[in-house]
């Protein structure tokens, strides 16, 4: 069902009217954690200002440490919600347990599958029975094969909307937080008809590394970007060091269109 041999045309995920694939690129931008309904809204609105497509916001997060922030777990999508009807931005969340998925379908708009539950194919089951767009991030350490199965399993439940997310995979270097792999965008543009969005954040896990990684994605075929934005990232809840604050964003946005018009 994911290969393009069967399904030539490229695949357009439409999330409330805005669609991933095809010509445009799609911009998500927020913090890592929903941190309260305050922190959100002002993101939500400058992000917006900068000209982002999309809000995110992790609600459920799965942190190395048990001992981490662990999410405002059904407040922080509600937070969310609220941060989408004030500013219209479609929002996307990490859903981590089945037991959540019925909130997810009801409030969010993209459901995310985190790189560590890439493989947990109950969750991918659960998932490709409903009809909700999928942002379906490649494992830590998976082959490109292992991420289009996964692609598979979502699919083969009955769900055609499947954005693969390219986020850094484990490598020997330690210099940034994963290696980002950019040839899996014209890989999976040739072996699949599915979009491809790349997260800059977690590959780098260093904000000063975050626009050449996203003009590279832009330049390389990616359908959008999904980035991490805190406007006051010294304080942040989680990945502070690699989150953007606002003009960040906004000038990074400026370069990447141009860059989208001469490809
Ligand atoms: C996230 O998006 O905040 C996240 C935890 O991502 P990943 O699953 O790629 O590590
Ligand atoms: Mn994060």
Redesign the pocket.
């Known amino acids: 069902l994911v290969n393009r041999k069967f399904h030539p045309e490229d695949t357009i995920v439409d999330v409330n009217g805005i669609k991933i694939g095809g010509k445009k690129l799609t911009m998500i931008a927020g913090p ?1 954690s929903v941190e309260g309904k305050d922190q959100i809204l002002r993101i939500a609105k400058e992000v917006k200002k900068c000209g982002a497509d999309m809000l995110r916001g ?1 609600a459920y ?2 942190r190395t440490s048990p001992y981490a922030f662990q999410g405002l777990g059904t407040q922080g999508i509600l937070d969310l919600c609220q941060a989408r009807k004030e500013t219209g931005l479609p929002i996307v969340s ?1 859903l981590m347990a089945t037991e959540h998925l019925q909130e997810f379908v009801e409030n969010v708009d993209i459901i ?1 599958i ?3 539950n890439m493989q947990n194919f109950d969750l991918l089951k659960a998932v490709g029975k409903t009809k909700k767009p999928i942002l379906l ?1 490649r494992g830590l350490a998976n082959t490109i094969n292992e991420w289009i199965m996964a692609a598979e399993y979502i699919m083969s439940e009955g769900n055609p909307n499947v954005i693969f997310c390219e ?1 850094g995979i484990r490598t020997f270097e330690t210099m940034t937080r994963n290696t980002l792999d950019l040839a899996v965008i014209p890989i999976i543009k040739s072996k699949t008809h599915l979009p491809i969005i790349i ?1 800059p954040s ?1 590959a780098a896990g260093n904000w000063k590394l975050i626009e050449s990684l996203s003009l590279a994605s832009i330049a390389a075929g990616a359908d959008g970007l999904i980035i991490e934005v805190h406007d006051n990232p010294e304080c942040a809840w989680s ?1 502070g060091d690699q989150s953007l604050k606002p003009e960040k964003y906004a000038s990074l946005i400026q370069k990447g269109k141009k860059i989208a018009q001469v490809i």
């Open positions: 890592c992790g997060k799965p990490e995310q985190g790189a560590r991030k986020r997260d977690h990945d």
